[in-house]
């Protein structure tokens, strides 16, 4: 499965959370360190919801680049 991953840039860490997931965040202080911990994060969040016999939710969040004219 693939969820989509939103990362934000803070003054002196980053953070990440999944949409698709409500609850599932991370921080680290640097972006590599972050995603590794996402990822962990959502393989223990998805376990989590096995053992409480919930079903596996469907990714269905997306993103995208748009670009504006700023005058």
Not at 13 to 37: H, I, K, M, Q
Request: glycine share 8%.
């Amino acid at each position: 499965m693939k969820f989509l991953v939103i990362v934000e840039e803070g003054p002196k860490s980053f953070g990440a959370y999944v949409p698709d997931l409500p609850g599932c965040v991370a921080v680290g202080v640097t972006r590599n360190e972050v995603v590794a911990l996402i990822q962990e994060a959502i393989e223990f969040h998805l376990e989590g919801m096995r053992a409480d016999g919930k079903p596996m939710p469907h990714p269905n969040s997306s993103a995208m680049s748009v670009e504006v004219a700023v005058a």
